[in-house]
């Protein structure tokens, strides 16, 4: 029993992870775990927009893949937004990325 409880939040993970590899390869990324701020604008854009409730928690499960694959989190540092940016997501930019710099 405690495997199947252990299992539980391993295929969560495959599943955002799955999520965002779709996302991602849809919109033109040939690697999606190698994060980009333009990778994360877009991806976190189409979440948003769709209004999906778990988008910070595939930004978070791509961030680990991101750093499971040997890329470093220092590689996707975004600065401030542009109102462009912003307005091209429909929501708060900066929401994401202050989660991909933690």
């Not at 939040?9 to 390869?25: F, I």
């Not at 893949?65 to 975004?78: A, C």
Request: aromatic content about 6%.
């Amino acid at each position: 029993m405690l495997v199947a409880k252990a299992d539980v939040p391993r295929a969560s993970l495959r599943s955002l992870q799955g999520t965002w590899a779709r996302l991602a390869s849809q919109a033109g990324f040939s690697n999606p775990f190698q994060l980009t701020p333009e990778l994360v604008f877009t991806v976190m854009g189409v979440l948003k927009a769709a209004e999906y409730r778990s988008a910070i928690n595939c930004l978070e499960a791509a961030k680990r893949r991101h750093v499971l694959e040997g890329h470093s989190m220092n590689d996707v540092k975004v600065g401030k937004t542009t109102p462009r940016e912003t307005q091209a997501g429909r929501f708060n930019v900066s929401v994401c990325v202050s989660g991909i710099q933690g």
